[in-house]
């Protein structure tokens, strides 16, 4: 696609809920990350993927949290039994050469946990 | 690892204001990048720039690897400037160090 797509662009959801959230990167581009972002704050690293391996799982802050990347395209990143302290934008990122190339962000999934 | 410190924190200026953002780097980088996150999240790539010096419009970046610095400057500001600026290094591992930002505010 023309650029990084995001969905949902919001998601409420209760306690103890699980969620998906959905990223289409730029077509062709290998290298995928997430990160996420809490109210003021700076871009806190999650996972990033080459291809459909992900080498750094570091930033993945609980085993709630997975995210998988299928046929080097989409990935979904999986929260199980959120909690409120999960609530924050959750935003995609691609480029064509992983740490090597430019970098383009998605608008961001917002989450809030209730 | 990587230290990046982005400075100032905070930045708030007139309409019509020029200025200049550093970002300050501990160690050598494979590459640097400058973006700007607007009012409603968006974050923008603005500057590949892992050295020497680009132009955009009213922005420009220089980048200066051996002495482990870059600067955005930001000539004639608007309001619609206002927002977080991130510079973002890759290590010897291509994995991107990010720095805490400095948010502008363009007054009219």
């Known amino acids: 696609g023309a650029g990084v797509s995001q969905s949902p662009s919001n998601k409420v959801t209760e306690k103890g809920k699980d969620v998906e959230l959905r990223c289409d990167p730029i077509?062709?581009?290998?290298?995928l990350y997430w990160y996420r972002q809490s109210l003021g704050q700076g871009l806190e690293f999650l996972i990033y993927?080459?291809?459909?391996?992900?080498?750094?799982k570091s930033g993945l802050p609980s085993d709630r949290f997975s995210a998988e990347r299928t046929g080097g395209s989409v990935s979904t990143l999986t929260i199980q039994r959120t909690q409120q302290e999960d609530s924050a934008v959750y935003l995609c990122?691609?480029?064509?050469?992983?740490?090597?190339?430019?970098?383009?962000f998605g608008e961001g999934s917002r989450l809030t946990v209730l | 690892g990587i230290q990046v410190e982005q400075s100032p924190p905070d930045l708030i200026l007139q309409e019509g204001a020029n200025s200049t953002l550093r970002c300050n780097f501990s160690?050598?980088?494979?590459?640097l990048q400058w973006f700007h996150q607007n009012p409603w999240g968006q974050l923008i790539n603005l500057f590949y720039?892992?050295?020497?010096?680009k132009q955009n419009g009213r922005l420009s970046a220089t980048t200066v690897a051996t002495e482990r610095y870059s600067l955005l400057y930001i000539s004639s500001s608007q309001t619609t400037d206002s927002g977080v600026y991130f510079c973002?290094?890759?290590?010897?591992?291509?994995?991107?160090?990010w720095g805490a930002g400095t948010k502008l505010i363009i007054k009219p």
């Open positions: 720039i892992p050295s020497g010096t």
């Open positions: 990122a691609s480029s064509s050469m992983g740490g090597h190339g430019e970098l383009f």
């Open positions: 993927f080459q291809g459909n391996s992900a080498p750094d």
């Open positions: 160690d050598s980088v494979n590459n």
């Open positions: 077509s062709g581009h290998t290298a």
């Open positions: 973002a290094v890759a290590d010897s591992n291509y994995q991107l160090i």
